[in-house]
């Protein structure tokens, strides 16, 4: 009897305990973030860098118009789609750009966009309220936002989300947003 009843208890405790490893410390999660480089130009004006991760919006809001969302997704190799919706109507335009080539997309002001390159970082979240992931520069009247910009103002960049070039951390020129 005592044997059948050690092998039920055991029976019982295998199936509450979790499968797998059982994390021993909170230790920053990483991951791989897929991020695109694009270059983008507003009514003639100095040309912009921002990267985003894929699936999260760039944004640029000109002076007295509404604001402008870029959101690119990777559809192959060398291409992505991407998405543009302008605040208070929705997705206005949706173009397919390759790598290298500058496109006039659909919005409020002429703006040009160029697909500059997708590549693979580790984000390592460490703020437990999460991370930055977006942050903002004031050029030529215009706020551009994403996880990264460059500007001919200045420029800013989210680390923990982004990968950064270099000095841009040292030279941030407004903080970051959530």
């Known amino acids: 009897m005592v044997p059948t009843v050690i092998a039920a208890l055991l029976a019982v405790v295998s199936a509450v305990r979790p499968s797998g490893p059982v994390p021993i410390s909170k230790a920053p999660a990483s991951r791989h973030v897929l ?3 694009l270059r983008l130009v507003v009514e003639d004006g100095s040309p912009v860098t921002v ?18 969302s870029l959101t690119p997704t990777l559809v192959e190799s060398g ?48 703020d437990p309220q999460g991370p930055c992931t977006e942050c903002c520069v004031l050029c030529e009247g215009k706020l551009w936002c ?32 959530r």
């Open 79 to 126: 291409v992505v789609q991407l998405t543009v919706a302008v605040e208070g109507q929705g997705t206005t335009d949706s173009v397919r750009l390759e790598q290298g080539v500058s496109v006039k997309v659909e919005a409020p002001v002429p703006l040009q966009v160029e697909f500059v390159r997708a590549t693979t970082a580790d984000a390592v979240i460490k």
């Open 51 to 68: 990267r985003v991760r894929e699936g999260d919006p760039a944004s640029v809001t000109p002076a007295g118009k509404p604001k402008i």
């Open 146 to 177: 994403a996880c990264l910009v460059q500007t001919a103002c200045g420029d800013c960049c989210c680390p923990d989300t982004c990968p950064c070039s270099p000095g841009i951390r040292e030279r941030a020129t407004v903080r970051p947003v």
């Open 35 to 37: 991020v695109i480089e």
